[in-house]
DNA sequence: CAAGCCGTGTAATCGGTGCTTACATTCACA
DNA sequence: TGTGAATGTAAGCACCGATTACACGGCTTG
């Protein structure tokens, strides 16, 4: 595949470089200071800027200033380098998600599961490529990052936790619990590539509708679970 | 990239390429009976060997035994063809639809909404990569194609007129029907691409669960936003 | 029936891609 | 200070999408 053809920007180089180890920068050292990582931030950029699939080897390598080769020293595969882009935005979808948690009321976890829940649209939909990338398998192997899984069992783990504590403080209607854990990251995943995948113009939801339909969903959800007068807990 | 790298099968080749004009098809007629069909066809079973990725149009021309640039008279592009495809794969996931609707209750709405749901489900875990064919764009552009945007019209106007008739009969509560509707599809949609991106692993369900784990989120969703008593219908 | 247009196939070619191998350079450590 | 390991370059393979010039032959038309 062209992989969309880019026509390539390549920069005008003009790269320092680094300060080179002892003198002389020197225009261009024969060994990169840490082409790993200028490697992953291209590919980073690169799905940023037209998605997973506009990643290619060669073009991490031109923008890295470096020969198309070199990054096979550092990844074994293509799949490789997408791997490690793949564990950078998960690495930050959860910074996110913990930056929103840190903020919400300690003492109330329906209300910190909601939370979580918008933490993660917002994120989403802020940052569509990445989140695919780090949703989709086929674009790269989740079995393959260590990292990804770790993580990810984490948000998993959490998610599950406030959940059990909605549920042992009485806030929660009599629904079985994993029912609920799994209907409610179908709502969120799902809503969130809804969004990614351009449905919502055809289910007519407009551009501008999007933030307040997400709270919309949000709050139906959690109120279709929650207690209800009426209801005993258990 | 290598497109998963096949091994290409290739023909024993034996082109005579013979004038056999007018009789017997005999060995090779220089054209081809019905090519832009037989593309179509092997590319929609290269998308349910291996993904859409796996689709290439010379692995297409190979399977249709003609040469790597034929294809290009009846598509313009890799994408064209696969365009074709999903709109194949378009075709047989509304017919699936269609024949479940007509097994469901034509007096109750409510449960034809289920029942319409449920299908949606069956059809995507049972052909998991036509229906990321047809669902995520990036793949191909569904604007580039009138029959799947109408079709998909169509079934989202029939999924929200269910609702209608379901509020009419009072068998909904209060909640805005908007809302119900998208996240109806949110939690739809989600729970399929779960399945296909490989997600229930780690959120605790288990490959034989899933089944029972779809009715369940169905059901638990339509108890949501069902008519309870104590509630008036609007 | 013959002529020839034109749709549809082939062959050759271009640039882009992932990936490998052989070689060159430099760093870091003994 | 010398040397091996790490890391870059150069060249090249096979595959891909896409384009072009040319070959075939079914079809209409005179």
């Known amino acids: 595949m ?7 920007p390549r920069r005008p180089a003009a790269k320092p470089r680094r300060p080179a180890a002892r003198r002389a920068p020197a225009e261009k050292p024969y060994h990169h200071g840490d082409l790993r990582r200028v490697l992953v931030d291209a590919a980073f950029d690169l799905v940023g800027e037209a998605g997973a699939g506009a990643v290619s080897v060669r073009e991490a390598a031109r923008r890295a200033g470096v020969s198309p080769g070199a ?22 979808f959860r910074a996110e998600i913990d930056k929103a948690l840190a903020k919400a009321p300690a003492d109330d976890p329906l209300k910190r599961f909601r939370c979580l829940g918008r933490a993660y649209l917002d994120w989403a939909m802020r940052n569509p490529t990445h989140f695919e990338v780090i949703s989709s398998r086929r674009l790269f192997d989740h079995g393959k990052s260590a990292a990804v899984t770790r993580d990810n069992n984490e948000v998993v ?3 599950e936790s406030l959940l059990k504590d909605a549920h042992a403080r009485g806030q929660l209607g009599p629904s079985d619990l994993k ?56």
């Open 2 to 8: 062209p992989r969309t053809a880019k026509p390539s």
């Open 157 to 159: 783990g959490l998610t």
């Open 71 to 92: 990054p096979f020293r550092h990844f074994q595969s293509r799949d490789a380098l997408l791997a490690a882009v793949a564990e950078e935005a998960q690495r930050r």
């Open 179 to 234: 029912q609920v854990l799994i209907g409610a990251r179908a709502l969120v995943y799902g809503f969130a590539r809804m969004a990614i995948d351009g449905h919502f113009p055809r289910w007519g939801v407009a551009e501008g509708e999007v933030d307040r339909m997400a709270d919309a969903v949000l709050d139906l959800f959690i109120s279709g679970i929650a207690r209800r007068p009426g209801h005993t807990s258990a």
